[in-house]
Every structure is written in C-alpha cells, then in structure tokens.
C-alpha cells in the first residue's frame, strides 16, 4: 500500500512503523512473534515509546510538536503525546475506505460518530459527502478532530463534547435520527463530566440508545473495539441478537506494511 502510513516490522512486544516522516517504535502487546528486521534497523527509529520505563519517550527531541501525514485520503495532523498515541490508529484504514465507499453509495446520509477520538471515521464520511455529527467526551480529542477537519478542507461537521449516552438521550428526546453510526467504545473512559464508562457494564445501553437513534432507513452500524476478549464472534453474538435481520461482516483490523500483518483490534459491521 502506497501510503502515508507503513508498518516496517513487529515483533518481540513491539512495532516499527513510518507515520509520514518519521519512523518510531513503540509497545505492541499482541506481536509475539520475532521481529524480521535486524535490531540495528529498530535503533534507526526517530523515536521510540517504551512502557518498561514507565511510559517515556526516547528521542521525542527529534520530533516535531506537530507534523501531518495522508493515508487512505484523509490528512491527519500528527504528535508523541504523553501516552505514546499520536492522534491515529491506522489499523482503522480499511474501515474508513469502506465507509467513504458505503456512503459514497447513500448520498446525503447523516452519520452519528461516538467515541470519536480524532476523527478518521468523521472525516472519512464527511469526504464522501455525508453530513456527520462527532462526538468524543475530551475537549482536546475534539479540537484535534477539528484541526484534522480544517486540513481536509471540510468545515460543515458538527462538533460535540458530551458524554455518549448523555448525549444520544438528548437527541433521542429531540426527535433527531441517523442514517449511519460508528462507534469504538474504550474498554474504559470517562464522560466529560466525569461519567464512568466500563465496555462490559456500558455497551448494552449504547447499543440500546444507538439502535433508537437509527433512521427507518438505515445504511449500516460500524463497531469496532480493541478490548481484550472482545473477539469478532463476541462482537457478532451481540449484534445479530441486536440486528437479526442485518447482515454481518467481521474481521480483525490490521497494521500493515511489508511483512506480517499485525492484529490490532476487531470490527463488525452491520450493513441494512
Ligand atoms: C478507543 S478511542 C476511539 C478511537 C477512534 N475511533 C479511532 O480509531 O480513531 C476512545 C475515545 O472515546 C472517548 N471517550 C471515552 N469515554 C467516553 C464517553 N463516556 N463518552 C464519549 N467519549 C468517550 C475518548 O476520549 C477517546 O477519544
């Protein structure tokens, strides 16, 4: 894949990766094969993220505060932050190629995007066309989703910082309706006023309050989680229980580059 993003190798608890300009290495729980590339290579990385240090950066000096980089079409602005994430997860790629495909095909859909971190899943919709409402309970996630907007060129998204479950009340209440929503719920976050979200506990009312959101005429339900044990199946029993009539495709998402494909995370999607 000719892209912005690569992953160049994984292994030992770790991944190598080219995010643009720069290449950095950082923990990787699940890679417990052997690294392909010899150790030197790993030392040439920009930077690296190490969590047997106490989650520390090594090199950060070399980084910009802020650089930017394109994969599947969609401009990210970038940057190391204290927990080692840098505004992306790439293996959300094939996601957001399919939904500008799926909504490329449903012109004018309006899309419901929770949990939405910085923005791939909104800005992909809102590149194919679709009017799209974002929400993520951190102000800072919110404002880098808008600077990702601004750089795409896109300016008509509706931006919330709420709480999920608050605010999906709310627009029940008000009678609004979606087309399409995309969520990747954490295994555990907080709400913007301190609301405590546990997936086990949380994620049968958000699929309650989600699924009354939905329009007569839905396009699909996009899930994706990186909870352990949140397997493709453990996905797909809840959503057929939820959607029977539906039609389910699930799969692991992927980092990918040259080498082995590195699991990362599962999707499911429920298509109408
Ligand atoms: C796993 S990330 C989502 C990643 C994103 N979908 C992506 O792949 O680019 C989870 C996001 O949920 C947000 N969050 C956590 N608890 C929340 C809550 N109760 N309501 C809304 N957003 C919440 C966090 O701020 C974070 O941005």
């Not at 993003?5 to 699940?30: I, M």
């Not at 505004?87 to 094939?94: M, S, T, V, W, Y």
């Not at 999906?168 to 719920?185: F, H, K, N, Q, T």
Request: hydrophobic share 40%; charged share 25%.
């Amino acid at each position: 894949m000719n892209d912005g993003y690569e992953l160049l190798d994984s292994g030992g608890g770790r991944k190598l990766e080219r995010f643009g300009r720069f290449v950095l290495a950082r923990p990787c729980s699940q890679a417990m094969w052997k690294p392909s590339l010899p150790e030197s290579e790993w030392n040439r990385a920009d930077a690296s993220f190490d969590r047997e240090d106490g989650n520390r950066w090594h090199g950060r000096g070399n980084l910009p505060k802020e650089w930017t980089m394109e994969t599947a079409g969609i401009k990210f602005s970038l940057g190391g932050t204290d927990f080692g994430h840098l505004g992306i997860f790439p293996e959300q790629r094939a996601q957001w190629k399919w939904i500008m495909e799926a909504l490329r095909a449903s012109p004018g859909a309006k899309v419901l995007n929770l949990f939405a971190y910085s923005g791939g899943s909104t800005l992909a919709a809102a590149l194919a066309g679709a009017e799209v409402c974002h929400l993520d309970a951190s102000k800072g996630m919110v404002e880098w989703a808008r600077r990702n907007a601004a750089l795409n060129g896109l300016d008509s998204i509706r931006w919330i910082v709420d709480d999920a479950h608050k605010f999906m009340r709310r627009e029940i209440r008000r009678g609004r309706r979606y087309d399409a929503i995309v969520l990747d719920p954490p295994t555990f976050g907080r709400g913007a006023s301190g609301e405590m979200y546990k997936i086990e506990r949380s994620l049968q009312e958000t699929l309650d309050l989600a699924s009354s959101l939905l329009s007569e005429r839905p396009v699909f339900v996009l899930f994706s989680s990186h909870t352990p044990g949140l397997t493709c199946k453990v996905a797909e029993n809840i959503l057929r229980q939820r959607f029977p009539a539906a039609r389910l495709e699930s799969g692991e998402m992927l980092l990918e580059g040259r080498g082995t494909p590195c699991p990362s995370g599962i999707f499911c999607r429920v298509v109408f």
